[in-house]
Antibody, heavy 123, light 110 residues
Framework: EVQLVDSGGGLVEPGGSLRLSCAASGLTFSLFSRYCMNWVRQAPGKGLEWVASISYGSLYIYYADSVKGRFTISRDDAQNSLHLQMSGLRAEDSAVYYC?????????????WGQGTLVTVSS | QSVLTQPPSASGTPGQRVTISCSGSSSNIGSNPVTWYQQLPGTAPKLLMYTNDQRPSGVPDRFSGSKSGTSASLAISGLQSEDEADYHCATWDKSLDGYVFGTGTKVTVL
């Protein structure tokens, strides 16, 4: 079974940077590379918010308007991992960040989810 | 700011039927299939229903989904205590070129 482990969260000051990672197991390299990967976040006591998606081969990348220009999603298929480089962090970016898999981008659902990693932006 | 609207809460006694609505627009629900996620307290979301009415393996058949026009619904028949959770609808929005989620509904078993 696919397992996703999110890491890299922590406390950061406004304007700072943080790099999140998601490690996938239970998947061969060839299978992982075919998945589209996503980041979804959830602020405390709030609903889910999609952040970014990256297709297989990094051919297509999409961002929510709220993070465009500040966040960068990337993948390392050789390491079965996904990353989210976050810069220019704001208080409203404070949330639990989850990585998830999907068969594609668009008319596709998120099959598997990581356990989440908490990002707190505060001085 | 969620694009899809859900009631903040729903409740029922064990064995009852509970229905959760998800309202969107022509650019999201009206154009694309709807997914539902279940989030038990303190845990990550889990896929509950995809392509409007398809249950992944392992999801009990007391859960059912439907879509009509720009709205979708999730029904839980024979409500059980373990169904107490937050439920989120989601779909792709072709105008925003991104995924959109509902505001989330907390289901309480009385």
């Amino acid at each position: 079974e696919v397992q996703l482990v999110d890491s890299g969260g922590g406390l950061v000051e406004p304007g700072g940077s943080l790099r999140l990672s998601c490690a996938a197991s239970g998947l061969t390299f060839s299978l992982f590379s075919r998945y589209c990967m996503n980041w979804v976040r959830q602020a405390p006591g709030k609903g889910l918010e999609w952040v970014a998606s990256i297709s297989y081969g990094s051919l297509y990348i999409y961002y929510a308007d709220s993070v465009k220009g500040r966040f960068t999603i990337s993948r390392d298929d050789a390491q079965n991992s996904l990353h989210l480089q976050m810069s220019g962090l704001r208080a409203e970016d404070s949330a639990v960040y989850y990585c998830s898999t999907a068969a594609g981008i668009g008319n596709y659902h998120f099959d598997f989810w990581g356990q989440g990693t908490l990002v707190t932006v505060s001085s | 700011q969620s694009v899809l609207t859900q009631p903040p809460s729903a409740s029922g006694t064990p064995g009852q039927r509970v229905t959760i609505s998800c309202s969107g627009s022509s650019s999201n629900i009206g154009s694309n299939p709807v997914t539902w996620y279940q989030q038990l307290p303190g845990t990550a979301p889990k896929l509950l229903m995809y392509t409007n009415d398809q249950r992944p393996s392992g999801v009990p058949d007391r859960f059912s989904g439907s879509k009509s026009g720009t709205s979708a619904s999730l029904a839980i028949s024979g409500l059980q205590s373990e169904d107490e959770a937050d439920y989120h609808c989601a779909t792709w929005d072709k105008s925003l070129d991104g995924y959109v989620f509902g505001t989330g509904t907390k289901v309480t078993v009385l």
